[in-house]
């Protein structure tokens, strides 16, 4: 079944077909209240004309052809032939459409079956009659007032009817829409965490009530992300403060409980950790401030701060002729280092790391790669959930379980997406594919 999704052009289909029902509907009109009785009284006249000629042609069977009365005379100036049922003009009325109402009229008007038929003639419309009682003869009335070339204009007019009625429909359709687009924009700036300007409230007292609504929300949304930002602000400051005269305490401990200063140290730095993941969780989008990055060059550097800190196999292949990527450089890293991170805490000792661009130039990509355990089918969907670290066979609970759900959120915000799975060989598969800039390619040595 055919389905029109958008509103504009389901309510221009239907008033389309309002407007082809009205038609038909006016033709039929004007067929059954004034073509139809002209018809129905042309039919009558004629078939008295027809009656009076059948009467005298019955008194006057054996009268001289020169002695026929005027009225044959004056049916003959009107154009009104009587032709033998073989002759060559008669193969006109074996042509014509016969027409049921007129027969049925004619022979109860003339008192013997008659056939009537209608056919459009080099000039005109013709009209062919068939009388029982006039035998192996046909009638033939030209009905000169009655052209093709005089329903043209009514066709004409009543198409371009119709089609100024549909363009007109089409402009108010746009013209009530029009702010229905701005609400959609506004509203996909809500979905990728901007706040927009408020939306212009006009239009109709539907859409006007809709676009309050849609302004109050945004005004609502935007307060909530002032007073997230203020709250986590307080928090972080309020609890990294006595962190750090805790650290401080612990590193003038004495030497013989360094034992016990070490393992404090740890819980601190854990503790500022998982603050900072809340922290990059919930900041907010810039996209004003996106520009062009080199993807090859971020990732190179993210490998190569990470071998320095763990003995892990890191295997680094970036794609040569890529075009730069769409975003925020310090978001991107982040990304590619808690990917990288996560690989080496499930993992087992090997890790690659690859670049690349679609064939159609238009996202590049960045892959990381472990031989870790995995992770159920079941769970890869909920895997860059916040607070979730995925399949117990894939390690620790370290952490808050927010490094996957950063993931996901920065690359929301730069219009990428995330692809995980798990590979044939063991381990587990993630990549990330960001928008490319609008300029042209550049080379990026191998990193």
């Not at 004034?34 to 009656?51: C, D, G, M, T, W």
């Not at 459009?120 to 009682?133: A, H, P, Q």
């Not at 701060?305 to 730069?324: G, N, P, Y």
Request: aromatic letters at 6%; a negative charge.
């Amino acid at each position: 079944m055919l389905r029109f999704r958008s509103s504009r052009t389901q309510t221009v289909f239907f008033l389309v077909v309002l407007l082809i029902a009205s038609q038909v509907l006016s033709y039929m009109i004007v067929f059954n209240y004034a073509l139809l009785p002209s018809l129905k009284q042309f039919n009558r006249i004629l078939s008295h004309e027809v009656r009076v000629m059948l009467d005298e042609e019955d008194m006057l069977k054996g009268t001289d052809e020169s002695e026929r009365p005027f009225r044959r005379e004056l049916l003959a100036e009107l154009g009104v032939s009587i032709y033998p049922d073989d002759a060559l003009e008669a193969q006109e009325f074996y042509h014509a459409s016969a027409i049921d109402f007129l027969s049925e009229e004619m022979s109860s008007q003339v008192g013997s079956p008659t056939e009537v038929r209608l056919i459009l003639g080099r000039e005109s419309y013709v009209l062919w009659l068939k009388i029982d009682n006039l035998p192996h003869r046909l009638i033939r009335i030209p009905l000169t007032e009655l052209t093709e070339k005089d329903f043209a204009p009514l066709f004409r007019n009543s198409l371009l009817i119709a089609l100024l009625l549909i363009a007109g429909m089409w402009f108010f359709m746009r013209l009530q829409n029009r702010p229905l687009v701005a609400l959609e924009a506004a509203a996909k700036k809500v979905g990728k965490g901007e706040i927009p300007e408020p939306v212009p409230e006009k239009g109709s007292t539907e859409i006007l009530a809709v676009t309050k609504a849609f302004n109050q929300m945004s005004k609502g949304i935007q307060a909530l992300e002032e007073d997230r930002a203020l709250l986590m602000s307080g928090i972080s400051h309020d609890l990294r403060t006595p962190l750090t005269r805790i650290r401080l305490a612990t590193e003038m401990m004495s030497p013989e409980d360094d034992y016990l200063a070490e393992s404090m140290i740890k819980d601190t730095e854990e503790c500022n950790d998982i603050i900072s993941q809340f922290m990059d969780y919930l900041k907010p989008a810039q996209t004003n401030e996106h520009k062009a990055v080199d993807l090859n060059q971020i990732v190179s550097d993210v490998v190569k701060a990470e071998q320095d800190k763990h003995s892990t196999e890191f295997e680094l292949i970036t794609a040569k002729d890529i075009r730069d990527a769409l975003g925020e450089a310090v978001a991107i890293k982040r990304v590619v280092s808690n990917l990288i991170v996560n690989a080496i805490r499930y993992g087992n000792g090997w890790i690659k790391v690859s670049t690349g661009m679609t064939a159609d130039n238009k996202l590049v990509w960045v892959t990381v790669e472990d031989n870790g355990p995995g992770i159920d089918k079941n769970k890869l969907e909920s895997l860059f959930e916040p607070f979730t670290r995925g399949d117990t066979a894939r390690g620790s609970s370290e952490g808050a379980g927010l490094g996957l759900a950063i993931v996901k959120r920065i690359v929301s915000q730069h219009q990428g997406l995330i692809v995980v799975t798990n590979r044939t060989e063991g381990g587990l598969k993630v990549q990330i594919s960001i928008p490319t800039a609008k300029k042209e390619k550049r080379l990026v040595r191998e990193g």
